[in-house]
């Protein structure tokens, strides 16, 4: 491995574990940071100075926001099945399960309108 590899992940593993420590105290704040695009922004930032590729860039950035709608379900089932007294491991499987069937269905979808994900 080489050393800009261990400084793209421990920044990303710190912005991590810093949502993880803010949400003990601010759960709202934490949820605000964890919205921020900052994962894919890096992404984008380490694409962009790998490659310098406009086009590949591009790809990426509309492919994110085509993912990011599918996994937005996940954020109202886990709490409504925790509120309901279901156990977290559960409510995060059947969350992480939505989001993969949704993921398929965005792909199936959005290819009957000429975009390729």
């Known amino acids: 491995m080489n050393g800009e590899f261990l400084i793209r992940a421990l920044l990303s593993g710190l912005i991590i574990a810093a949502i993880a420590v803010i949400g003990r105290k601010a759960p709202a704040l ?3 940071v964890a919205s921020l695009p900052l994962i894919s922004i890096l992404g984008m930032i380490w694409l962009w100075r790998d490659t310098g590729d406009a086009k590949l860039l591009a790809d990426h950035a ?3 926001f085509w993912y990011v709608l599918p996994s937005l379900p996940m954020f109202l089932l886990v709490p409504a099945m925790l509120r ?3 156990n977290f491991w559960v409510a995060l499987t059947a969350g992480i399960a ?3 069937i949704l ?3 965005t792909i199936g979808i959005a290819a009957r309108f000429g975009v390729r994900l």
């Open 62 to 64: 509309e492919a994110t």
């Open 103 to 105: 993921y398929l269905l």
């Open 30 to 32: 934490a949820a605000l």
């Open 98 to 100: 939505l989001t993969f």
């Open 84 to 86: 309901g007294g279901q």
